[in-house]
């Protein structure tokens, strides 16, 4: 079968192979792989800067999604011909998340989805939606679990006010769920032309952050002056000051990301006395991706996604990620 592994850290280093097709164990399913989807996470296990272990070499790409071809004797979940997408978190199942758990991550340090075949344990599996593709479903594991969660944790509902920042895969999940949760959103983007389209999705305000460098302030006026209920920080250290400064007096910050950087240098007086609540996020556990599934399906909501590449054009697809222009996800469609 069709297989990208990444035999040493870089672009260069991601070649098409051909493996042995897997059979499943017991408690597996067999996945024929249909499409995948990119995140940063991936393109920092390419480049080596993961923040977990590897061994080389790997398949790359953590989000997947497909249709079961066989089961094991003790799989419960699953049957062939069902159409599913894989959970990233696959020990998580419920509760809270345990440090016993934090290793088992596909695509890093668990073999990724670039296979053609793949057998997975049936609790890394979910029921992909009914009514998507298994390219748009391929975006789900990840950007669209977490704005989910970041929506769920903030509280938010009708009548209030999300800021988000910039206009890729999770930012625009979590534009889509404010606006199904009747809440008014805040995009802030460098490019006007990403803003109008974020307008076209839903959004109520979008300020371009170059012309507006600032712009902390103009979403507190575009907020009616208080501040947003919850800002969905998806950069990280570059944006974090403003994030503070655009959140009403005991607002949520949902931080998912540092693309802008690990290093954060808040005013402490700030966070104390606009009693605001920083809260770290990674995705979330399979009961709560279930939910989100049973969501998407009974609003029939599509993911937004940019460009999808052929099979062997990986390398192309995670250069455009890099660069930063595309609006949305960026997805692999096996079949090309």
Same mark, same amino acid.
């Given at each position: 079968m069709r297989a990208i592994q990444l035999s040493a850290f870089g672009l260069d280093h991601l070649q098409q192979v051909d493996l042995p097709a897997p059979r499943p164990g017991p408690n597996e399913v067999l996945v024929r792989v249909e499409a995948a989807?990119?995140?940063?996470?991936?393109?920092?296990?390419?480049?080596?800067?993961?923040? +977990?272990?590897?061994?080389?070499?790997?398949?790359?790409v953590s989000d997947g999604a497909g249709t079961?071809?066989?089961?094991?004797?003790?799989?419960t979940r699953f049957k062939?011909?069902?159409?599913?997408? &894989?959970?990233?978190?696959? +020990?998580?199942?419920?509760?809270?998340?345990?440090?016993?758990?934090?290793?088992?991550?596909?695509?890093?340090?668990?073999?990724?989805?670039? +296979?053609?075949?793949?057998?997975?344990?049936?609790?890394?599996?979910?029921?992909a939606p009914s009514h998507l593709t298994s390219l748009q479903a391929a975006t789900l594991p990840i950007a669209s679990l977490t704005a989910w969660q970041a929506l769920e944790l903030a509280g938010i509902t009708t009548g209030q006010t999300v800021l988000l920042l910039g206009t890729g895969g999770v930012s625009l999940f979590a534009l889509q769920f404010a606006k199904?949760?009747?809440?008014?959103?805040?995009?802030?983007?460098?490019?006007?032309?990403?803003?109008?389209?974020?307008?076209?999705? *839903?959004?109520d305000v979008?300020?371009?952050? &170059?012309?507006?460098?600032?712009?902390?302030?103009?979403?507190?006026?575009?907020?009616?002056?208080? *501040?947003?209920?919850?800002?969905?920080?998806?950069?990280?250290?570059?944006?974090?000051?403003?994030? /503070?400064?655009?959140?009403?007096?005991?607002?949520?910050?949902?931080?998912? *990301?540092?693309?802008?950087?690990?290093?954060? &240098?808040?005013?402490?007086?700030?966070?104390?006395?606009? +009693?605001?609540?920083?809260?770290?996020?990674s995705v979330a556990p399979l009961e709560e991706h279930e939910r989100m599934v049973a969501a998407i399906e009974a609003t029939r /909501?599509?993911?937004?996604?940019?460009?999808?590449?052929?099979f062997g054009q990986l390398r192309e697809a995670f250069e455009q990620l890099v660069a930063g222009r595309h609006f949305g996800k960026l997805a692999v469609d096996f079949s090309v």
């Open positions: 989807s990119l995140n940063f996470r991936d393109w920092m296990l390419v480049d080596g800067q993961l923040y +977990r272990g590897v061994s080389l070499p790997i398949v790359p079961v071809a066989e089961v094991g004797a003790a799989v062939p011909g069902d159409r599913v997408t &894989t959970f990233y978190k696959s +020990r998580w199942i419920a509760g809270a998340m345990r440090p016993e758990w934090e290793g088992a991550e596909i695509g890093g340090p668990e073999p990724g989805v670039m +296979r053609e075949l793949a057998c997975f344990d049936q609790y890394s599996l979910a029921r199904l949760r009747g809440a008014k959103a805040i995009v802030v983007s460098s490019s006007d032309d990403k803003l109008a389209r974020a307008k076209a999705l *839903g959004a979008g300020i371009n952050y &170059t012309e507006h460098p600032q712009w902390g302030a103009l979403v507190r006026e575009a907020s009616g002056g208080a *501040g947003v209920d919850a800002v969905i920080e998806t950069i990280g250290a570059a944006t974090l000051p403003q994030s /503070l400064d655009a959140v009403r007096m005991h607002g949520f910050i949902g931080v998912l *990301g540092w693309i802008g950087g690990m290093d954060a &240098t808040l005013p402490l007086s700030k966070v104390v006395l606009k +009693r605001v609540r920083v809260q770290g996020i /909501l599509e993911p937004v996604i940019d460009r999808a590449y052929g």
